[in-house]
């Protein structure tokens, strides 16, 4: 059959993407900012970016132009680890990591063995990604497989892109949620043949965090990893003090508890460690040497009571080059969907270390940072001619304190930071996901 394009959509307004790292080369030069922009997008893709006057003419009178003169067009928002099964447990009071796993989390989990719970869960969740504009995220299932296939069916209908895996877990939790280091194997194996490279879907090997872990699992994670090495591998590491003693209890041969990762073959390009604050430069190093990532939760850390990431030290280390990292929201840890409020929230953890995290160092980490802690920078993340077509257009006055505020704004960099302070899913003007505008008005409550 000749394939025949789809129609082309048309986007006009003042737009602003990353065509560099802000860490590296200073805000100013990483922004790329044009007051009048059009966008043309067919196929899932940008086929044209620029300025509105030189391009118009490029322009076919028939294709409607959605014009957002008083938004800001941005990319889509990527957020690099979050739990879809904790959508439930979201702003569960008063435990630390550990009892939050045991109370809460643990709990919610085992419903996960329901495919049509999962499903509705699942629903639930990607709804709430694109009303606040996240288009493509990281995502842990429970141990079920039918978890990942029910996020990975639900995100065939949305079209965004979606990275995610089953949890691997067969010590330290409640029975219903322990799998073995083979069935987990198999499970995950049988996940990635299914869906890997399905359209927008990508797998993610998930061994939940090394405390969950036998040795031998880690062991069929790697395995399995070294035979698929074009999966990502998603995990958590360092992010509460309790949590390191146990992980030395736990694995007392190894130095730290990146190294136990390290030992087992679980860095290198592709992983990514979720949390990361409790690091020694010796796990820095091992991290970034190693070509891996990492993920800040600035909402949940602060919630769950775990530290303060150095967001300064991740990205401009002293000695040497940066870590990969990535924004994220971590609900049902993290308290908000919003990479808004997630940004809100990195900026105050950054000021614990005396560094005021600019507007578009926090705009960057949730978007071009987070699209190169997923190794999907050649994809998303960006407004560029040949990325995929994910946008977020923000209501630069969405609440009438956000329009009064505005009314005293003076530059684009002072905007940005009032959005990210003051702004949250009202924000949310409109999405656009591989080129097609998101109906935000047909989300029901569920
Ligand atoms: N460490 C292991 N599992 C989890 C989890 O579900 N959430 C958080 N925040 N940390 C974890
Ligand atoms: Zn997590």
Same mark, same amino acid.
């Given at each position: 059959?000749?394939?025949?394009?789809?129609?082309?959509?048309?986007?006009?307004?003042?737009?602003?993407?990353?065509?560099?790292?802000?860490?590296?080369?200073?805000?100013?030069?990483?922004?790329?900012?044009?007051?009048?922009?059009?966008?043309?997008?067919?196929?899932?893709?940008?086929?044209?970016?620029?300025?509105?006057?030189?391009?118009?003419?490029?322009?076919?009178?028939?294709?409607?132009?959605?014009?957002?003169?008083?938004?800001?067009?941005?990319?889509?928002?990527?957020?690099?680890?979050?739990?879809?099964?904790?959508?439930?447990?979201?702003?569960?009071?008063?435990?630390?990591?550990?009892?939050?796993?045991?109370?809460?989390?643990?709990?919610?989990?085992?419903?996960?063995?329901?495919?049509?719970?999962? =499903?509705?869960?699942?629903?639930?969740?990607?709804?709430?990604?694109?009303?606040?504009?996240?288009?493509?995220?990281?995502?842990?299932?429970?141990?079920?497989?039918?978890?990942?296939?029910?996020?990975?069916?639900?995100?065939?209908?949305?079209?965004?892109?979606?990275?995610?895996?089953?949890?691997?877990?067969?010590?330290?939790?409640?029975?219903?949620?322990?799998?073995?280091?083979?069935?987990?194997?198999?499970?995950?194996?049988?996940?990635?043949?299914?869906?890997?490279?399905?359209?927008?879907?990508?797998?993610?090997?998930?061994?939940?965090?090394?405390?969950?872990?036998?040795?031998?699992?880690?062991?069929?994670?790697?395995?399995?990893?070294?035979?698929?090495?074009?999966?990502?591998?998603?995990?958590?590491? !360092?992010?509460?003090?309790?949590?390191?003693?146990?992980?030395?209890?736990?694995?007392?041969?190894?130095?730290?508890?990146?190294?136990?990762?390290?030992?087992?073959?679980?860095?290198?390009?592709?992983?990514?460690?979720?949390?990361?604050?409790?690091?020694?430069?010796?796990?820095?190093?091992?991290?970034?040497?190693?070509?891996?990532?990492?993920?800040?939760?600035?909402?949940?850390?602060?919630?769950?009571? !775990?530290?303060?990431?150095?967001?300064?030290?991740?990205?401009?280390?002293?000695?040497?080059?940066?870590?990969?990292?990535?924004?994220?929201?971590?609900?049902?840890?993290?308290?908000?969907?919003?990479?808004?409020?997630?940004?809100?929230?990195?900026?105050?953890?950054?000021?614990?270390?005396?560094?005021?995290?600019?507007?578009?160092?926090?705009?960057?980490?949730?978007?071009?940072?987070?699209?190169?802690?997923?190794?999907?920078?050649?994809?998303?993340?960006?407004?560029?001619?040949?990325?995929?077509?994910?946008?977020?257009?923000?209501?630069?006055?969405?609440?009438?304190?956000?329009?009064? =505020?505005?009314?005293?704004?003076?530059?684009?960099?002072?905007?940005?930071?009032?959005?990210?302070?003051?702004?949250?899913?009202?924000?949310?003007?409109?999405?656009?996901?591989?080129?097609?505008?998101?109906?935000?008005?047909?989300?029901?409550?569920?």
């Amino acid at each position: 059959m000749p394939h025949s394009a789809s129609p082309v959509t048309a986007v006009r307004g003042p737009a602003l993407t990353f065509a560099d790292n802000p860490f590296v080369v200073g805000d100013d030069a990483a922004m790329h900012y044009e007051p009048d922009a059009l966008i043309l997008m067919q196929d899932g893709h940008i086929t044209e970016f620029g300025d509105y006057g030189a391009l118009k003419s490029r322009l076919d009178p028939d294709v409607a132009v959605a014009h957002y003169p008083h938004g800001l067009i941005l990319p889509g928002f990527i957020d690099t680890h979050v739990h879809y099964p904790q959508t439930q447990v979201i702003a569960s009071y008063g435990a630390r990591l550990i009892d939050w796993l045991n109370t809460y989390t643990f709990v919610a989990e085992q419903q996960f063995s329901d495919a049509a719970y999962a =499903r509705k869960v699942a629903d639930v969740f990607l709804e709430e990604t694109l009303r606040t504009g996240t288009t493509t995220a990281a995502v842990y299932g429970t141990i079920h497989p039918e978890s990942v296939d029910s996020l990975f069916e639900a995100a065939q209908k949305t079209g965004q892109r979606m990275v995610a895996g089953k949890v691997m877990m067969d010590r330290n939790a409640p029975p219903a949620l322990l799998d073995t280091a083979q069935s987990a194997y198999d499970d995950s194996l049988a996940l990635i043949e299914r869906w890997h490279g399905q359209g927008r879907l990508g797998y993610a090997i998930t061994p939940r965090f090394a405390p969950t872990s036998t040795p031998a699992q880690l062991e069929a994670a790697a395995t399995l990893w070294a035979q698929h090495p074009d999966v990502l591998m998603q995990t958590h590491t !360092s992010e509460n003090l309790e949590e390191l003693e146990w992980v030395k209890a736990l694995f007392p041969d190894h130095a730290s508890y990146v190294d136990v990762y390290a030992d087992y073959g679980l860095t290198g390009p592709g992983a990514l460690f979720g949390h990361a604050i409790h690091l020694s430069d010796r796990e820095y190093a091992l991290l970034q040497e190693s070509g891996s990532a990492v993920a800040h939760c600035p909402t949940s850390n602060t919630f769950l009571g !775990s530290g303060f990431f150095d967001v300064q030290q991740a990205c401009t280390p002293s000695a040497g080059p940066a870590l990969r990292t990535g924004l994220a929201t971590d609900v049902g840890g993290g308290t908000s969907f919003s990479m808004l409020r997630t940004m809100a929230e990195a900026y105050r953890v950054a000021q614990t270390h005396r560094f005021p995290l600019s507007a578009p160092k926090a705009y960057w980490l949730a978007t071009a940072g987070s699209a190169q802690a997923l190794r999907l920078e050649d994809k998303i993340g960006q407004i560029k001619t040949g990325m995929e077509a994910d946008l977020h257009i923000l209501d630069l006055r969405s609440t009438p304190l956000i329009d009064f =505020r505005m009314q005293y704004c003076e530059s684009l960099t002072e905007a940005l930071f009032i959005q990210m302070i003051l702004g949250d899913d009202r924000a949310t003007q409109a999405v656009y996901v591989a080129g097609r505008p998101v109906n935000l008005d047909g989300f029901g409550a569920q």
